[in-house]
Structures are given as C-alpha cells and as structure tokens.
C-alpha cells in the first residue's frame, strides 16, 4: 500500500511497486496544507477536509471526492478532474478554470463563487448544484446536466451549452449572452431577467419556462418552444424567431420590434400591449390568440397570416367572429387595409367592428376600423 506522511505544511505519499493501490484518505483532514506532485487519481477521498489548500501537480482524475471540503481551495486551475466523483463536494470559491471535468459527478455540488470559464465539462451531472454567481463564460457544458441547478447571476457568456438540460433550473439574471443553447432543454427553468442577448436558442425546448424580463435582442429562436413560457415585457427586439411555438404563452408587454417571426405560431397567446413594429408575421398563425392593445405599424408583415379567430379578453372571452371563422387570408387584409390609413395601435383587441366586419365581410376599411383607431 502507499504511505501517507504529513509533515508541518507539507503532504505525500511514499512510491510502492504495486501501481493498482489506490489511497484511502476519506475523512482526512488537509486544511491549509500543501499537497504536491502526488497520484490519487481513483482514490478514496471521500468527506476529505480540503479547505484553502495548495494543490500542486496533483492527480485527481477518478477521484472519489464526494462531500468533500474544498472550499477555498488553491492552484486547481486547470487539474484533470475527469471522472472524479464530487457529488455534494463543496467547490465553493474555487478557480477550476481550463481544468478538465468531463464525465464528472457534481450532483448536489456547492459551486457558487466558482471560476468555471473555458472549462470542459462535456457529459458532467451538476443536477441540483450550487453555482451561484459562478463564472462559466466559455465553458464546454455539451450534453451536460444541470436540471434544478441553482445559477442565478451566473456568467453563461459564449459557453457551449449545446443539448444541455436545464429542466427547472434557476437562471434568473444568468448572462447566456452569445451562448449556444442549441436544441438545449430549458423547460419549467427560471430565465426571468437573464441576459441572452445573440444566444444561440435555436430548436431549444422553453415550454413552461419564465422570461420575465429577458433580453433575447438579436437571439436566434429558430423552430424553439415556448409553448406555455411566459415572456411578458421580455424583449425579442430584431430576433430571429422563425417558426417558433407560441402556442399558450404570455407575450404581454413583450417588444418584438423589427423581429422576424416568419411562420411563428402564436395559438391561443396573449400578445396584450405587445410591441411588433417593423415585425415580420410572414405565415405566422393567430388563431385564439388575444390582441388587446397592441401596436403594430406600415412595415409590419401580415402576408399570409392563417388566423380563424381572435378573442378580445384573455382568457378565451368575446370571440371574434361571433359566429364565423376568419375566411382565408381576411385577418391580414383588414390589417392592411387599416394600415393604409394610419399607423395603428389596436385598443381593445382587434376590435375594428369586428361583430359587423365578421358577419358583413364586405364592409368598407373606414368601417372596419372606426372604432379602433385612437
């Protein structure tokens, strides 16, 4: 076996012939020592006391450090962790930047504090972890777990979080800005007043989740979904948000200015006081959804609009039609009808007649919309 010898400051273990011998060392107590130039790679490090040690040249990769202390921890920047068990470990405060963390264990770990940028953690379960005001910007999280992870204030910038699961994850004033969240899973997750500014959300899965307050300025939301996600006063200023699911969801006070929503579906929404001027509804598709109040312009883009119905009080109250569906292509062209004459700002919902407009398609622009321009 290999032999532990303490030393004031200092810590090592003794070479042995038997390469296989893996240290046990769980519940020792190393705080403040300096540990250098040693192997313990696979050993049993559980419930170790590490806090505020100096680490030099130390093996660590598939190392047992599950419960232990490290917070405070010195010079692992950069350590091969891959594979170390460090469930419930306490990493708080500690500089793991450039180190290599792929495959590891880190369910339940306390990571707030954590410089974590550039760093690979490819594969690695941080479900339920602790990483508050963590430091991730760069980091490779691919594939990685962190359902019910605690991120708040976390600094997400240009990390790679491509297929990542963050189910029911706190994220709440997080900076995703220019991070590639594609195809990730972010559902029932907590985005109210994260930065994700040009983030990569394309494909993602949002449902359920809360924007609040987001910044999604210049983001690519291509074919995501929202579906039941509530984005209210978020903004979607200049975003590429083609054939994104709406279906459900709160858009009130959300800003979709200049954005491009080519094909988006918006079933059964309330865009309530929403702000779409310049916007691009290409083919988007309105039918139940509520648009009380909101404001559109010339250059907004009704082309091929599939709508059947409106409702001018959410939830699902005061239908319009009364008693008929929108024929084909009609929605849009009320629109631009109204648009010829001003720029307009629906109050009320679309409520340009709509009870004699609905039943009297034949019924002159003027008509339509004398009751709805202010």
Known sequence: MKYLTVLGKFVWISKTNNSETKPDLSKANFSKKIVGGLDLAGANLSETNFTGTYFSGTKLHGANLSKANLEGAQNLKGTD??????????????????????GANLTGAKLNGAKLNRTKLTGVNLN??????????GANLKWTDLSEANLRETDLSGADLNKAFFCKADLSGANLSGANLSEANLSGANLSGAN???????????NGANLTLANLTDANLGGANFSSANLTM???TMANVIEANFRGAFLIEANLTGANLNGADFTRA??????????NFSKAVFTGACLTDWHINR????DHVICEYIYRVYPQQERRPLSRNFSSGEFAKLCKKS???VDLIFREGIDFKIEAIAENPSTSAASQFDSGVS
Do not use: P
């Open 81 to 102: 962790l891959s594979g170390a068990n460090l469930s419930e470990a306490n990493l708080s405060f500690v500089d793991l930047s450039e180190a290599n963390l792929e």
């Open 234 to 236: 978020a903004k979607l």
């Open 299 to 302: 250059i907004t883009n009704f």
């Open 196 to 206: 994700l500014c040009e983030t990569i959300l394309a494909s993602a899965n949002l």
């Open 339 to 341: 648009l010829e004459v």
């Open 128 to 137: 339920k972890a602790d990483l508050r005001g963590t430091d991730l910007s």
């Open 270 to 279: 309330n865009l309530e006081r929403s702000q779409a001027l310049d916007a």
